[in-house]
């Protein structure tokens, strides 16, 4: 290795290198691309159209006829729902750094996790959004650029569904397509049931208990949806769900009516995976439960759906139907069990790759 970090190669043969026997090449890199779902530029509805557009047009999200599903997209739901999510991102939003809190979380983790793999030459840590900014093939090309010939993409799901996991591999593979000397690559797994990732959970949510002057009765692990139809079709993502939570009830010590398992966020007609998180909570609301916890395991970072669904939305209606004790656990976010988590299943993909 010379002083400029750049390999120098004796080439074996003339015809491997026709025009020179002694070439200098870039040193390998290895890179580590974190992915999460996206997040529209701004609130505003051009902003939210755009983002909203890319979304829900996405096959593996939506998974309609287009002839059925256009008509609704482009006569109704870019009308109306831009106004609607625009207002709900409002007041979420991360004003300081004038973006949604889970592009502000995804740009801090590979910020730390480039910390923490200092101890390792030549990894360049980037991240990427499945929709919106910065795009995972703006990425993978300054990855690219970078001299990284070897690359580990990390979508940021814990359970794996075809509507998250599946259509980041899809749109990394689909950037891929496009080069010439493609990079050698691994994709991390779901990781439902992995060690570091209950525990930290279990840990993350000791410690909020720890601060609260109540005790709930009940605490709700509430994931995000997917219709049933999808499930129904071979999505292993409600038993990957089911699989966290019983994990985490066994390392907490609690029954299955202590810690409940509901799903949020439906969007349209068909049913979803239920019990559905909103009922639920009215419901234990209305039966006399007076102190209840929620927090979102299939969410690696916070985000509208747990700030916004959880942290408002669903309080509010709690305490509309009589309960009177509500709290909502942070996502594991960029925090020392959060990166811990994050740091394990990148070094177990690196090895082989890097000393
Ligand atoms: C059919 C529609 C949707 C499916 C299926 C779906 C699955 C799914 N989504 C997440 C994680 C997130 N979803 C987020 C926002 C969001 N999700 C949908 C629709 C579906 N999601 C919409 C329309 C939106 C936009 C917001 C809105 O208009 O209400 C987010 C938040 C993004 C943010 O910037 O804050 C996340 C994260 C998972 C894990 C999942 C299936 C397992
Ligand atoms: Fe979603
Ligand atoms: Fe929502």
């Known amino acids: ?13 003339a015809a ?8 200098v090449l870039p040193t390998p890199k290895v890179g580590v691309l974190l992915v999460n779902l996206g997040t529209p ?12 557009k890319e979304f829900l047009s996405d096959k593996r ?9 256009y008509p609704v997209l482009y006569g109704i739901v870019l009308n109306t729902r831009p106004t609607k999510s625009g207002s709900n991102y409002e007041r979420i ?10 592009r502000t979380f995804t740009h801090s983790q590979a910020e730390k996790l480039s910390g923490v793999l200092k101890d390792q030459p030549n990894i360049v840590v980037d991240w990427a959004m499945r929709y919106g900014q910065p795009s995972i093939e703006t990425v993978l090309t300054r990855l690219r650029e970078q001299g990284c010939q070897r690359i580990v993409m990390f979508p940021l799901y814990p359970q794996y569904s075809a509507t998250t996991t599946a259509t980041v591999n899809d749109k990394f593979f689909e950037a891929l397509m496009k080069t010439r000397f493609m990079p050698a690559v691994r994709t991390v797994p779901s990781y439902e049931d992995e060690p570091v990732y209950i525990d930290a959970l279990a840990r ?12 709930p009765e009940v ?4 994931y995000h949806g997917i219709p049933q139809s999808y499930a129904k079709r ?5 038993s990957h769900c089911l699989t966290t939570s019983r994990l985490l009830r066994e390392r907490l010590g609690w029954d299955e009516k202590k810690l409940q398992t509901c799903f949020q966020s439906r969007f349209g007609p068909e049913e979803w995976l239920q019990p559905y998180t909103d009922k639920t909570i009215e419901q234990l609301a209305r039966d006399g439960v007076k102190s209840i916890a929620v927090f979102n395991p299939g969410f690696v970072s916070d985000c509208l759906e747990t700030l916004d669904e959880i942290g408002n939305e669903a309080a509010e209606s709690f305490h509309e139907h009589g309960g009177v004790n509500f709290s909502h656990i942070p996502c594991l976010n960029d925090s020392a069990e959060g990166m811990s988590v994050i740091e394990t299943l990148v070094r177990r993909e690196l090895q082989g790759w890097v000393r």
Do not use: Q
């Open 219 to 222: 605490v709700i692990a509430s």
């Open 61 to 69: 999200v939506i998974e309609w006829p287009r002839a059925i599903w």
């Open 204 to 215: 993350s949510i000791e410690k909020h208990l720890a601060t609260l002057d109540f005790e």
């Open 234 to 238: 071979g999505d292993p993502y409600p």
């Open 41 to 52: 530029d701004g609130t505003d509805f051009t902003s939210m159209r755009r983002y909203l």
């Open 93 to 102: 939003w991360n004003r300081e750094k004038n973006e949604s809190p889970l």
């Open 16 to 23: 491997e290198a026709p025009c020179a026997n002694d070439i």
């Open 1 to 13: 290795m010379s002083a400029t970090g750049r390999t120098r190669v004796k080439r074996a043969s």
